[in-house]
């Protein structure tokens, strides 16, 4: 992962710099820096930490120049240490880089390197890229009639394999900047005599909303008369300007403590806005502009294959779920990052969808890449437009809820969730539903915003449910059929964010084996609303209770059968079953965020983590 940002423009680049950094920070935080070309001296500021600490060592007054590049680190090769930390700067001096991505054929590169005399300093993949472009930029053969800063990238990027987001600038030419893409994103904001290079456009939006999204194996050289694009083969290729699709004061806290919590409290909104326009209950039809050029083969798909990672994952077993018990598809669910490297079987009639918020992550991709090759029809639900993976689908659905900027993901599953729903009662409506039933569960589905609310107001209560568990140190989340997926997602916030382990599990697998880890300082969290299952998590919350084990219980309103078996009751509005973990899956939201703050966590910022994994 990784973020890199580039200014080439009129105004001082340092504050710019730091700014767009500290707005890609999501994608990794464990060193930063940023170099400076001010005539032809580099100035470089490197440091292990965050952007504030690298705040903290610039100079007060930025240095007069408007060219820079700058990075963000998530470390894959080298400890996230000073000396590793981007931009890296080659054995002549020459030559500075940012990158996003890994050079899967660094250390073929960097022996060849050092035969030839080269030093290395760094434990980088990135610092082969430096020391490449500036061996054949010393050399300079071959250059004629192309200027030799330009050349020497394309040589080098010629012989990489892997990903890369790349920035670079060279001493000889204080007013051009190159960048380059393959696998890992980029995108050239285009403002009033001044260009920004940046990892996503979160950063481009403060300058510009006019971008040029590079596609893999293209390189942009800017200079302050203007940009040529080409490939890396030295190809002309001409791009068309986009607009960038969001505003500032959507990435902006506005007064909230965390993104995590403005990003849970916008679920209503988020959610509305993901279903409005595109759900009619009068006439029981969704409509869904990116996929109705498919619709055909999606009705009449033989299986669905739902592919992602993460929260996304747990998003996609909701959707198996919703396939098969709406639309009636045999449907199954793969971590991407292990469909990629089987065999899949993919047949006439298998449609694979796959799911992700940043549409960046690399396993994604590499699973999307695979079932094309294999002859599928490859589906997206994905958040952010004009990603990668939206552009390498042959249909999408936009989730259209908004930047997502906390590291823990919340309102992308939600989102997710309702995507999935309205396609599987699209789908179940084409194949076999009465349209008067799925008109009802349209209806019940455009309520889901209103019901959320509800469960929000009980934010301070969740708080002292977690307040009252704080020092434990193991729980457990458990739920039935479709809140089971919700009983992985509320664990997998808990443990991202608060550091406290926890497991999700289907409730009647905890007698196998999980039920010998009960005793009083487990809590168990029990998905328990009203559904075909209810009776059922009953007996299981008795297997625990009877253990001495502690319950936190999610609940329907109005359900007094529950109350005896409760430490903690969370209650929510009553919702239809397959509609129920976009509302489930709240409180849980919320028990994970409290935990984290009482624990005295960064809650956007989770150690080890960062939000777009753009590596394997
Ligand atoms: C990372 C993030 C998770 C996210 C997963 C998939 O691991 O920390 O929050 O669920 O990637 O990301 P995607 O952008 O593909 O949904």
Redesign the pocket.
């Known amino acids: 992962m990784c973020g890199i940002v580039a200014y080439l423009g009129q105004k001082k680049a340092q504050p710019i710099l730091i700014e767009g950094l500290k707005r890609l920070e999501y994608r990794g935080y464990d060193s930063a820096g940023i170099a400076l070309l001010k005539g032809d001296a580099f100035i470089i500021n490197k440091t292990a930490g965050r952007i504030s600490t690298l705040d903290e060592i610039l100079p007060a007054e930025p240095p007069v120049t408007g060219l820079g590049i700058g990075h963000t680190r998530w470390a894959t090769h080298g400890a996230p240490n000073t000396t590793n930390a981007h931009p890296h700067i080659d054995y002549t001096s020459k030559i500075t880089v940012v990158h996003n991505g890994i050079i899967e054929n660094y250390s073929t590169l960097k022996k060849w390197l050092i035969e030839k005399g080269v030093v290395f300093s760094t434990e980088t993949d990135t610092e082969v890229i430096a020391n490449l472009i500036g061996y054949f930029y010393s050399s300079g053969d071959g250059s004629e009639g192309q200027n030799r800063f330009e050349w020497s990238v394309q040589q080098a990027l010629n012989e990489l394999y892997g990903t890369y987001g790349l920035a670079i600038i060279c001493a000889d030419y204080p007013n051009m900047l190159i960048g380059a893409k393959k696998g890992s994103p980029l995108i050239l904001g285009v403002g009033e005599n001044e260009y920004v290079i940046a990892s996503d456009a979160s950063a481009i939006v403060e300058h510009t909303t006019q971008a040029i999204y590079l596609a893999d194996n293209e390189m942009v050289t800017i200079t302050a008369d203007g940009f040529h694009t080409m490939t890396i083969d030295n190809v002309a290729v001409s791009k068309d300007l986009k607009n960038i699709e969001f505003s500032l004061e959507q990435i902006e806290l506005a007064g909230f403590d965390h993104y995590m919590l403005k990003e849970i409290t916008e679920q209503p909104t988020a959610l509305a806005t993901c279903l409005g326009g595109r759900v009619d209950v009068k006439s029981a039809r969704v409509v869904l502009g990116g996929i109705q050029s498919h619709l055909r083969e999606l009705t009449r798909a033989k299986r669905v294959i739902l592919t992602?990672?993460?929260?996304?994952?747990h998003a996609a077993l909701v959707g198996e779920f919703l396939f098969e018990q709406l639309a009636r598809i045999p449907s199954e669910v793969e971590y991407a990052s292990e469909f990629r490297y089987r065999n899949p079987i993919i047949n006439d009639g298998t449609i694979v969808i796959a799911?992700?918020?940043?549409?960046?992550?690399a396993d994604?991709l590499a699973a999307i890449e695979l079932a094309k090759e294999r002859g599928a029809i490859v589906l997206g639900i994905v958040?952010v437009v004009g990603s990668t993976i939206a552009r390498t689908t042959n249909a999408g659905i936009y989730l259209r809820v908004g930047p997502e900027i906390g590291?823990?993901?919340t309102k992308?599953f939600t989102g997710q969730v309702a995507v999935l729903a309205m396609l599987a009662i699209e789908l179940g409506r084409r194949r076999h539903l009465a349209s008067d039933y799925a008109a009802d569960l349209l209806a019940k589905l455009v309520e889901i915003p209103e019901k959320i609310k509800e469960i929000l107001s009980q934010s301070a209560y969740i708080k002292e449910i977690a307040q009252a568990n704080i020092d434990k140190e193991n729980w457990l989340f458990l739920g039935r059929g479709l809140n089971y997926p919700v009983a992985l997602e509320g664990a997998l916030k808990l443990k991202?964010i608060s550091y406290i382990h926890a497991e999700g599990l289907p409730a009647a697998e905890m007698k196998h084996g999980p039920i010998a880890l009960i005793t009083e300082r487990m809590p168990g969290v029990f998905i328990a609303t009203k559904s075909t299952q209810y009776e059922k998590i009953i007996g299981n919350i008795e297997e625990v209770r009877a253990r001495g084990g502690k319950t936190i219980i999610v609940a329907t309103e109005g359900d007094e059968q529950i109350k005896p078996y409760a430490d903690h009751l969370i209650s929510i509005p009553d919702v239809v079953d397959c509609l129920q973990p976009m509302v489930t899956v709240i409180p849980l939201q919320l028990l994970a965020y409290h935990a984290a703050v009482l624990r005295g966590h960064d809650v956007d910022k989770p150690r080890n983590?960062?939000?777009?994994?753009t590596v394997e």
């Open positions: 992602a990672c993460g929260t996304a994952w799911i992700s918020q940043s549409g960046e992550t994604t958040n590291v823990a993901s992308a991202e983590l960062a939000k777009s994994v």
